[in-house]
């Protein structure tokens, strides 16, 4: 991994996944610290101090979300890691699992300890190999060495971790269809209230973190909420792992501070656009968030502030970067495809939506569109906005208005034309091909 500034400190060499490497980096020394000095309020009071926001989507705040569950009302608690990675341009929990499986699980151990669990969770994504392989490698000489499945360091903390694997379903990477997969059941997304903290995993109290969220937490306990927030900005503290597909000359994960330049990130430490391409639009956080144009981003800072101003958010940090002479028409069609596909039919807006907006896409594509088609794929989009139970209903209307209210005159030429304005093409090598 590259980037502009390193806060997880995890160079990768050919041992970083093993124990012994993790040990000779000063591994497992962080929750020796925190059973022998810290209450698990306090442990919760320094990440809230520290404005960690979640990795997986929604940024919501780490310490709130941690802080419902008391973890001595005498209940069991659980935790639950979110590696189903589903969301379309992202794959920066992948690094973590492979490369860092213990940062991990040292994180996990923290985290239960804070809010009361002794029966904890990954959630893993079935398509990853390697990654579930090196995890389980890494539970398993865990376990090995007492680290897990045992009381620790001379408390009566003993925390148990299962991996337990996903069968490819997107909708299973939302908390709630997560917990109910793990339960042995369709993993339909449920209904709030109750939140996850207060009925999730068994009915018990529940704490869905994201790898990449989780992962943090060993650092900050390690050097204070203080130094942690020196990393970032005031609102954003710290650093994302940014996975970047698409039409760059160097595609991967880096490790981006917030506040840094985008158009740096794009140009410098990406190595700017394939052939010397214009930039022509950027997803930038996962196709569920709004696309930007490549004028866009010239002002942009990577941290939540700026992305809000500019009608888009940091998602899950897997950037999609396309260049001129992509048809975004053929874009959509795609994304649709996958969001029709992906959907899990409990909700009427979203089953029926999908499918609807599935079938006027390719409608278009096939030289029959009519005008019409443009504004209802707007209002069936919209129709969908917080009627859904889960946020898959909103997150495919954020893809289909984004990429309308920035290249509707594509849509326009393409049902007037019966063919693309970029002549379909997508023939810019890269790796984004419909
Ligand atoms: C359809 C859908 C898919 C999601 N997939 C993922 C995922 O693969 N990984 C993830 O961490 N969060 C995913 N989320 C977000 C989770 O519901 C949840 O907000 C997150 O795991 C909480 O972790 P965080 O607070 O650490 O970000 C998804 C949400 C939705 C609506
Ligand atoms: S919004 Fe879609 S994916 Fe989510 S619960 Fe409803 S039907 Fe299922």
Redesign the pocket.
Known sequence: MTGAKLIMNFPVTATSHTLADYRARGGYKTIEKVLASMRPEDVTREVTASGLLGHGGAAFPVGRKWAVIKPNDGQPHHLCANADEGEPGTFKDRWILEHAPHLLIESMLITSYAIGCRHSFVYIRGEFDLPYRRLQAAVDEAYEAGLLGQPLAGTDFALDLFVYRGAGSY?CG?AS?LLTSIEGKKG??RNRPPRLTVRGLYQRPTVVNNVETLSNITGIVAHGAEAFKKTGTAKSPGTQLVSISGHVVKPGVYEVEYGYPLPKFIYEDCGGMLGGRKLKALIPGGISTKVLTGEDIAPLTYDHASFDQAGSSLGSGGMIAIADGTCMVRLLQVMLRFYHH??????T???EG?GWMHRIIDRIVAGQGVPQDIDRLVEISNA?DGT??????DAAGYATVGIIAKFRDEFEYFIANKRSKCNGALEVEGTWHA
């Open positions: 909708v939302e269809g339909y997304p992906e959907s899990c039919g409990q909700c807006p979203c089953r999908m969908n859904t139970i889960c946020g898959m209903g």
